[in-house]
């Protein structure tokens, strides 16, 4: 059985160092790894559905990998949700994302939900831009650098004095 995607990230959270957070998500490499990373933190990646979880069923009492299907097979879809050229209507995209949800297991689908609203960090605090720029090179676009702003003070308008100049 394949290590789902939340228990990679569970995994990333139990390790203390940066190397061994970087060297679990290297060792579970694999496309609905990636690519929920990539939507979470690439900032041109974007899924075309409204902010928040949507109301789906969630069967808990499901162990890891008794779930119907889960991301790996499900990941080949998720372009539905993540390209603009997709001919469906907004309903009928909603609607495949619940079913979607409701086939995969219940971790998986708050991983996927946490991802697409960017917030995964919420539940796995580990995870940050940079430990995933280190761990897949190539994946995320450098990151360029907020310069502080610094307030510049303002010279105030020289006021001419009343009194005449002594030349």
Not at 145 to 151: A, G, I, L, M, S
Request: with cysteine; hydrophobic share 35%.
């Amino acid at each position: 059985m394949k290590t789902l995607v939340p228990q990679v990230l569970e995994e990333v959270e139990k390790v203390k160092s940066r190397a061994d957070k970087i060297a679990v998500l290297r060792k579970y490499d694999s496309i609905p790894l990636k690519g929920l990373l990539e939507i979470n933190y690439h900032p041109l990646a974007k899924m075309n559905l409204p902010e928040g979880e949507p109301p789906f069923k969630k069967d808990k009492e499901i162990p890891y990998g008794y779930a119907e299907t889960n991301l790996y097979a499900e990941f080949r879809r998720i372009y539905i949700w993540t390209r603009a050229d997709v001919n469906l209507t907004k309903v009928r995209k909603e609607q495949l994302f619940i079913q979607l949800l409701e086939g995969i297991h219940w971790q998986e689908a708050e991983a996927v939900c946490l991802a697409k609203d960017r917030k995964l960090e919420t539940k796995y605090p580990s995870l940050s831009y940079d430990l995933v720029f280190e761990a897949f090179p190539g994946l995320l676009p450098v990151q360029e650098k907020q310069q502080p702003v610094v307030e510049q003070k303002k010279k105030s308008p020289v006021k001419k004095s009343s009194v005449p100049s002594a030349n």
